[in-house]
């Protein structure tokens, strides 16, 4: 089953007068389950590819179907409330309430969702605890690093279990302990059956992904599915062995 | 043919299974303290991890006999009961300074990939491939690869730090080479 679609997806920016085609022109669907990464250039585009795919930003024209159900045309409110049930998203500048702890920026979604306290308690729990920020979750977003406020990020975009996460650069400023953390996560929720479309730089990222999307220029200009090879059974040995 | 070249020509270098290569590992083995072959086999195991792959203990002997022709460690005979006497090795005064030398000297870092490079700068000429092709076919590599360290990191018992350390070198490596085929991609297609 096909979750998203976009039909000749087009942003342009005013910049003085001047238009910015920012994406150019873009068909790109994503299947149900489908954990899908999104590379290219600084300036290819792609946070605006996504930030339209999550109504975040509106398109200049062009098409955008979520579950067989025609958005770019919804207003800001119904974005809203589709935000709440089905879409999870991770700001590249994360994006949090800054008069709100941490535990209380991650249960917020949920408890939107529905979820009762309780449950948006367990959940919110569950996610920082798998982000190695338990001991965080009482303080305010500024008294985070810039890698600690970026995961806080993703457990809120996962707090209300939605079925399409969208995930602008989330690992951007983590080294690499983190990242681990973030990548186990991001399986998971993706061996549970959700839907992934991550924009990254990180090839780490990008190599847990099934497809890996190339944008320059705001076109797509690869689209790879990555099918997994049969290794033999190895080791680390074998990264001295595997050359040549 | 690149597989994972850049992350490995020093651990090839010194390491590699062509024979030679395990000399300095065992010149450093035998600098803390005399041992016989068997012994030299373990303690690299041990040392290396999974980093490493074992060495079978004819190439040590093999190894262990060239280092004696040229000076660097030297044999005694000890008798055992009951078993034919084993042959302890030990450090010579060269053999200290030929270890001296390799610890000291700057250790040379991963050949740029100038044959895709090649291939890249030629690409309009033999009009066989056009650049964004290339690179797409490149990346694609480069991310099957990356897959396959991501998987080995995760079956790599997460105590051998010294097997992780290795496939994180390569990761990173990896990730500049990724990030150059980008640069190339912003700078070559137009
Ligand atoms: N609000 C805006 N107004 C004008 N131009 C914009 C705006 N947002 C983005 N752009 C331009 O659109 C293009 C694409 O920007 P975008 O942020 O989507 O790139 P990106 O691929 O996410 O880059 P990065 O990897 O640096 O995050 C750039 O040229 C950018 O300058
Ligand atoms: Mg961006």
Known sequence: ?244 | MHVMHSANVDVNRQFGNGGGRVRLPLLALLAKEPAHGYELKQALEQTFGSAYPSPNIGQIYVTLGRLEKDGLVRAVDVEQSNRPNKKVYYLTADGREALETWVDEPTEGPRVRDEFFMKLVLAPLTGIADRMALINRQRRHYLSLMRDLTELAERTDPGDRVALLLIEGATLHLQADLDWLERCQEDLVT
């Open chain 1, 1 to 244: 089953m096909t979750v998203l679609r976009t039909l000749n997806l087009v942003r342009i920016y005013q910049n003085g007068g001047v238009p910015v085609p920012a994406v150019r022109g873009v068909d790109f669907a994503v299947e149900a389950g489908e954990f899908v990464a999104i590379m290219g250039p600084s300036g290819s585009g792609k946070s605006t590819l996504v930030h339209m795919l999550g109504g975040l930003d509106v398109r200049t024209s062009g098409e955008i179907w979520l579950d067989g159900k025609r958005v770019d045309t919804l207003s800001e409110s119904a974005w809203a409330v589709l935000r709440r049930k089905k879409i999870g998203f991770v700001f590249q500048f994360y994006n949090l309430v800054t008069n709100m702890t941490v535990a209380d920026n991650v249960e917020l979604p949920a408890l939107l969702a529905g979820m009762s306290p309780r449950e948006a308690r367990e959940r919110r729990e569950y996610l920082l605890g798998e982000l190695s920020l338990t001991e965080r979750a009482f303080a305010a977003p500024a008294e985070l690093s810039g890698g600690e406020q970026q995961r806080v990020a993703l457990a809120r975009a996962l707090a209300n279990g939605p079925r399409l996460l969208l995930a602008d650069e989330p690992t951007g400023n983590l080294d690499s302990r983190n990242t681990r953390d973030v990548l186990k996560l991001l399986g998971e929720v993706h061996r549970q059956g959700q839907t992934v479309v991550v924009v990254t730089h990180d090839a780490k990222v990008a190599s847990k992904a099934d497809r890996v999307v190339t944008l320059a220029d705001g076109m797509i200009v690869d689209d790879a599915s990555m099918r997994r090879r049969r290794l033999p059974p190895g080791t680390a040995g074998d990264v001295v062995e595997l050359r040549g």
